[in-house]
């Protein structure tokens, strides 16, 4: 073989190196991507999150998370809200009374 196709397979292979590389590169981020997604929303705590996923492989997730609900808590501050905002948006939607 002329040494211009040596090389030229040598550029070739090496660019096929270096594309599966990359390749699994990608792959194993988007799986630690995943991992910590995965424990963000499993604990709701980012920063345990991103401790754990490390070891997200050899830790079982947990199969079913119990969150408390604040339902009146929640709606006594809508209330306040609701209320504030009508008395700050009062002057627009009341009609305007002429001086008559």
């Given at each position: 073989m002329a040494p211009g196709y040596v090389?030229?397979?040598?550029l070739e292979a090496a660019g096929i190196l270096g594309l599966v590389v990359g390749l699994v590169r990608l792959r194993t981020e988007r799986l630690a991507r995943a991992a910590e997604?995965?424990?963000?929303?499993?604990?709701g705590n980012a920063t345990t999150a991103l401790a754990s996923?490390?070891?997200?492989?050899?830790?079982?997730?947990?199969?079913?998370?119990?969150?408390r609900s604040v339902?009146?808590?929640?709606?006594?501050?809508?209330?306040?809200?609701?209320?504030?905002?009508?008395r700050?948006?009062?002057i627009y939607t009341q009609p305007e009374?002429?001086?008559a």
């Amino acid at each position: 073989m002329a040494p211009g196709y040596v090389i030229a397979l040598a550029l070739e292979a090496a660019g096929i190196l270096g594309l599966v590389v990359g390749l699994v590169r990608l792959r194993t981020e988007r799986l630690a991507r995943a991992a910590e997604l995965r424990g963000l929303l499993l604990t709701g705590n980012a920063t345990t999150a991103l401790a754990s996923a490390g070891r997200a492989a050899s830790v079982p997730t947990p199969q079913r998370v119990v969150l408390r609900s604040v339902a009146a808590e929640r709606n006594r501050d809508a209330d306040a809200a609701r209320a504030a905002l009508h008395r700050a948006l009062g002057i627009y939607t009341q009609p305007e009374r002429s001086a008559a």
